[in-house]
T-cell receptor
Framework: EAQVTQNPRYLITVTGKKLTVTCSQN?????MSWYRQDPGLGLRQIYY???????DKGDVPEGYKVSRKEKRNFPLILESPSPNQTSLYFC???FGTGYSYEQYFGPGTRLTVT | KQEVTQIPAALSVPEGENLVLNCSFT??????LQWFRQDPGKGLTSLLL?????REQTSGRLNASLDKSSGRSTLYIAASQPGDSATYLCAVQASGIQGAQKLVFGQGTRLTINP
């Protein structure tokens, strides 16, 4: 089954404790992206990757890191989480960007930072 | 800067009714527009993608239209069912090197279908 998976689905952590949220897709997609969803602010892009070893900042990259060492994986790293990073996080992927490229989203990771 | 607006924010209708959800965007330079469904605690499920050169797309009881020149899209749901209750999001992918790297989302319409 074609899908985007994220782990963990739920995470409660404390300020300053490094964490990684994994994202994996099995569709051989080149493009992958991370979004966060907050009430009243909607979904905003954090980082994206056009291919292996090619990443760039989205609209809200502060406090996050990413890497793309393999085509199928795009982990999101919070090196020193803070309470304002409490949010619902989504990973997305597609074959590319352009007219006909539909984006597929993972199930989400709900992160709480205390 | 591209902005996407969805009105109304919430909608409640009785089962069986046909309904229309609205989406508007400020910049007509887009590659495509995508409609998603989001269930509580779940991810986003893609419903329909309309390329900028297309006028509409249909999938089962869903029909999405696009009027790029006026910056509007509608999602028509026929014969609504309680299982259609969810939040519906529209998102545009702007054309151009920078804009194409992300989707710009509306805030969503929370739809409730009453049995």
């Amino acid at each position: 089954e074609a899908q985007v998976t994220q782990n963990p689905r739920y995470l409660i952590t404390v300020t300053g404790k490094k964490l990684t949220v994994t994202c994996s897709q099995n569709m051989n997609h080149e493009y992958m992206s991370w979004y966060r969803q907050d009430p009243g602010l909607g979904l905003r892009q954090i980082y994206y990757s056009m291919n292996v070893e090619v990443t760039d900042k989205g609209d809200v990259p502060e406090g996050y890191k990413v890497s793309r060492k393999e085509k199928r994986n795009f982990p999101l790293i919070l090196e020193s989480p803070s309470p304002n990073q409490t949010s619902l996080y989504f990973c997305a992927s597609s074959f590319g960007t352009g007219y006909s490229y539909e984006q597929y989203f993972g199930p989400g990771t709900r992160l709480t930072v205390t | 800067k591209q902005e996407v607006t969805q009105i109304p924010a919430a909608l409640s209708v009785p089962e069986g009714e046909n309904l229309v959800l609205n989406c508007s965007f400020t910049d007509s330079a887009i590659y495509n527009l995508q409609w998603f469904r989001q269930d509580p605690g779940k991810g986003l499920t893609s419903l329909l993608l309309i390329q900028s050169s297309q006028r509409e797309q249909t999938s089962g009881r869903l029909n999405a239209s696009l009027d790029k020149s006026s910056g509007r899209s509608t999602l028509y749901i026929a014969a609504s069912q309680p299982g259609d209750s969810a939040t519906y999001l529209c998102a545009v992918q702007a054309s151009g090197i920078q804009g194409a790297q992300k989707l710009v989302f509306g805030q969503g319409t929370r739809l409730t279908i009453n049995p």
